[in-house]
T-cell receptor
Framework: GAVVSQHPSWVICKSGTSVKIECRSL??????MFWYRQFPKQSLMLMAT?????????EQGVEKDKFLINHASLTLSTLTVTSAHPEDSSFYIC?????????????FGAGTRLSVL | DQQVKQNSPSLSVQEGRISILNCDYT??????FLWYKKYPAEGPTFLIS?????DKNEDGRFTVFLNKSAKHLSLHIVPSQPGDSAVYFC?????????????FGKGTKLSVIP
């Protein structure tokens, strides 16, 4: 299957700082990427849909000024958690849709564990 | 309101036997269903999918069955192997052009006992 790289895999930061997470599609051009958040023993919750060259579409309840998404190229989307607080600590996962594959298969990155102190 | 439900949080199966993971959905507009496998601290890996126009799709040891009238799908793994131990997520998507979003269930943790 297609390869999606996510970096960093783990980050610890102080409260009030900003953290940037990168998601790259390595062997295909992804016009659409997705950002999820997963709480322990919970499902993957879609935060936003990132479309190359346009603004991201945020799900209800997700603060767009808190979670900044940029999809500046066909292979890179970034999620910036601004002014992070302990309640933002979570597992963040990105995925990308390969336009050349079957319609709705998304390929996932390995995830980023964010711990805010 | 959860549109995709996996009511069994965990399942234990003996190596070599069949594993059956179940998933129910409430939205009749879903037209494509996927199963993902996830190891701890890793992203989900795509396993197998099925379109709503089919009732069965098979890929090696993995078979997905879809019962549209019951809004139920299941993943069968046979024979089960210790390496299959992971969390399995059921996901569904709506029809129509541009409908690429997936709705996930909470997952079922499968443990295959050697």
């Amino acid at each position: 299957g297609a390869v999606v790289s996510q970096h960093p895999s783990w980050v610890i930061c102080k409260s009030g700082t900003s953290v940037k997470i990168e998601c790259r599609s390595l062997d295909f051009q992804a016009t659409t990427m997705f950002w999820y958040r997963q709480f322990p023993k919970q499902s993957l919750m879609l935060m936003a849909t990132s479309n190359e060259g346009s603004k991201a579409t945020y799900e209800q309840g997700v603060e767009k000024d808190k979670f900044l998404i940029n999809h500046a190229s066909l292979t890179l989307s970034t999620l910036t958690v601004t002014s992070a607080h302990p309640e933002d600590s979570s597992f963040y996962i990105c995925s990308a849709r390969d336009p050349g594959s079957v319609k709705n298969i998304q390929y996932f990155g390995a995830g980023t564990r964010l711990s805010v102190l | 309101d959860q549109q995709v439900k996996q009511n069994s949080p965990s399942l234990s199966v003996q190596e070599g036997r069949i594993s059956i993971l179940n998933c129910d959905y409430t939205n009749s507009m879903f037209d494509y269903f996927l199963w993902y496998k996830k190891y701890p601290a890793e992203g989900p890996t795509f396993l197998i999918s099925i379109s709503s126009i089919k009732d069965k799709n098979e890929d090696g040891r993995f078979t997905v069955f879809l019962n549209k009238s019951a809004k139920h799908l299941s993943l069968h793994i046979v024979p089960s192997q210790p390496g299959d131990s992971a969390v399995y997520f059921c996901a569904a998507s709506l029809g129509g052009a541009g409908s690429y979003q997936l709705t996930f269930g909470k997952g079922t943790k499968l443990s295959v006992i050697p």
